[in-house]
């Protein structure tokens, strides 16, 4: 038996935080609306995309126009060439909606991704103006009606903008926002199909797949500072 004077349980702690035990309450859109930071920084992402969109046509047009370097490619100078422009797109656009409904109940990661697929714009733009390439022998033109009408909107097919992969670094890119779980995995297997397809399409070099991920990584690194915490 214990003595009459010990307590049956012991005391709280004066430093104890009950409220460090509940679990934080999530970070929804009425709650990131609420966040003066939030609603600026996204406001303010959104009008520098739709700016950027803007300009793009009249730069890519200008990529196509001026000469560049022809690289020589191993691996694409065995790989017979085929148009797999369907499957191309068909796993880019299923990887879009399946990032974006995951990403649109969750403003934290929405805002996050939004500034980083941002950066990578810009990086690309950077990466294309430092190094005008030709396109790889034995291209097979890749056709998008959306983003042909949309972004390109040139007279001739644009086939310069190859370094680096765009279509790559756009699903590996919600590949790392997107919460840990199958929707990750889902998304990282469509990467690699991407790269590998515009490989078998002949537009893009290796060199242009392979250099994706580091340029992903650096946009998503920079995003960080951008975005608002959920904390």
Same mark, same amino acid.
Request: with cysteine; net charge positive.
């Given at each position: ?54 300009? !793009? ?18 691996? !694409? ?49 950077? =990466? ?47 590949? !790392? ?28 070099? =290796? ?25």
């Amino acid at each position: 038996m214990l003595p009459p004077d010990f307590p049956a349980s012991a005391p709280p702690s004066p430093t104890a935080n009950p409220a460090a035990d509940v679990a934080a309450p999530p970070f929804t859109w009425p709650a990131a609306w609420r966040r003066p930071a939030f609603r600026a920084r996204l406001g303010l992402v959104l009008g520098l995309l739709l700016g950027l969109a803007s300009q !793009l046509p009249r730069y890519f047009a200008w990529v196509q126009a001026r000469p560049g370097h022809l690289l020589p490619d191993p691996l !694409l100078a065995r790989l017979p060439a085929h148009d797999v422009s369907r499957a191309i797109f068909a796993v880019i656009y299923a990887g879009i909606a399946l990032g974006m409904t995951t990403l649109l109940p969750r403003p934290a990661r929405l805002l996050r991704a939004l500034w980083a697929y941002l950066l990578l714009h810009l990086l690309r733009c950077g =990466t294309l103006w430092l190094l005008p390439l030709e396109p790889p022998s034995g291209l097979v033109l890749l056709r998008d009606p959306l983003v042909d009408a949309l972004i390109y909107a040139a007279p001739a097919p644009i086939t310069k903008d190859l370094f680096f992969s765009g279509h790559t670094a756009t699903l590996l890119l919600l590949a !790392l926002a997107v919460p840990p779980g199958w929707r990750r995995q889902a998304l990282l297997a469509g990467t690699v199909a991407v790269g590998a397809l515009v490989l078998v399409q002949h537009a893009h070099y =290796t060199y242009d797949v392979l250099a994706a991920p580091l340029f992903v990584w650096l946009a998503w690194q920079g995003s960080r500072r951008l975005s608002v915490s959920s904390e």
